[in-house]
C-alpha cells in the first residue's frame, strides 16, 4: 500500500529556511494532490498548502508569501520550503495525500518534528 | 477566513455515544471530513465527504451535515476511540480549513 515517509532537518535556525521532502512509496505520486500539513505543540492541524503532481499549487494565504512546494517524479517524491521561519514554524510537520475524487487526505506520514531555535 | 468552531472536549463512557460538532457559516454547503489523532499519532481520516467511511474504518463512526452545523457520531464507543477528532472543510473558493479539534474522553 501506498506510504508516505517525511525527511529533512530537525533543527533551523531563525531567519533561515526549512526544506523537508517526501518520500512516496508503494505507488505512484502522478494523477494526485498532495499536502503538506503541520501541528504546533499542543496545538490543531494547520494546512500549509498541497501540489498536483503537475505542479499546480495551492497555499495557506497566511503562509503564501514564504512557502513554495515542488514536486520530482522522478524521484516520487514533493518538498515543501518555508523561508525566514521563526520560533512560531516550530511544529510536527505531515505530509499526506489528497484522495482521489476528494480533498480529504486519506494517506499521512508519521510526520517529523521542527524545531525553530539559535 | 472562514471559521470551524469544535468543542474543546467531549466526555462518554464506554457503550455510549459520542457526538462531536463542527460549527460554521453555511457549513452545510461544504464538504466536510474527519479525521482521528491518537496521542503522538498521525491523523486518520475516519469520513469524508461528509458522510462516507473509509475502508477499515468501523460503521460506528458516521456523520451528517448541514446548516450551520456538522456532526461527528462515535456508537458504542470503546477505549480505543479515545483521541483527538479534527473537522476539516474545504469549498469552492479553495479555502481549506481545519478546526481547532475535541478531545474525546472515555469515562
Known amino acids: 500500500q501506498v506510504q508516505l515517509q517525511e525527511s529533512g532537518p530537525g533543527l533551523v535556525k531563525p531567519s533561515e529556511t526549512l526544506s523537508l521532502t517526501c518520500t512516496v512509496s508503494g505507488g505512484p505520486i502522478s494523477d494526485y494532490y498532495w499536502g503538506w500539513i503541520r501541528q504546533s505543540p499542543g496545538e490543531g492541524l494547520e494546512l500549509i498548502g498541497y501540489?498536483?503532481?503537475?505542479?499546480?499549487?495551492n497555499y495557506n494565504p497566511s503562509l503564501k508569501s514564504r512557502v513554495i512546494m515542488l514536486v520530482d517524479m522522478s524521484k516520487n517524491q514533493f518538498s515543501v520550503r518555508l523561508t525566514y521561519v521563526t520560533a512560531a514554524d516550530t511544529a510536527e510537520y505531515y505530509c499526506?495525500?489528497?484522495?482521489?475524487?476528494?480533498?480529504?487526505?486519506?494517506?499521512w506520514g508519521q510526520g517529523t518534528m521542527v524545531t525553530v531555535s539559535s | 477566513s472562514y471559521v470551524l468552531t469544535q468543542p474543546p472536549s467531549v466526555s462518554v463512557a464506554p457503550g455510549q455515544t459520542a457526538t462531536i460538532t463542527c460549527g460554521g457559516n453555511?457549513?452545510?454547503?461544504?464538504?466536510i471530513h474527519w479525521y482521528q489523532q491518537r496521542p503522538g499519532q498521525a491523523p486518520v481520516l475516519v469520513v469524508y465527504d461528509d458522510s462516507d467511511r473509509p475502508s477499515g474504518i468501523p460503521e460506528r463512526f458516521s456523520a451528517s451535515n448541514s446548516g450551520n452545523r456538522a456532526t461527528l457520531t462515535i456508537s458504542r464507543v470503546e477505549a480505543g476511540d479515545e483521541a483527538d477528532y479534527y473537522c476539516h472543510v474545504w469549498d469552492r473558493s479553495g479555502d481549506q480549513v481545519f478546526g481547532g479539534g475535541t478531545k474525546l474522553t472515555v469515562l
Open positions: 499526506a495525500r489528497r484522495k482521489a475524487y476528494s480533498t480529504a487526505f486519506d494517506i
Open positions: 501540489i498536483y503532481y503537475t505542479g499546480t499549487t
Open positions: 453555511n457549513i452545510g454547503t461544504k464538504t
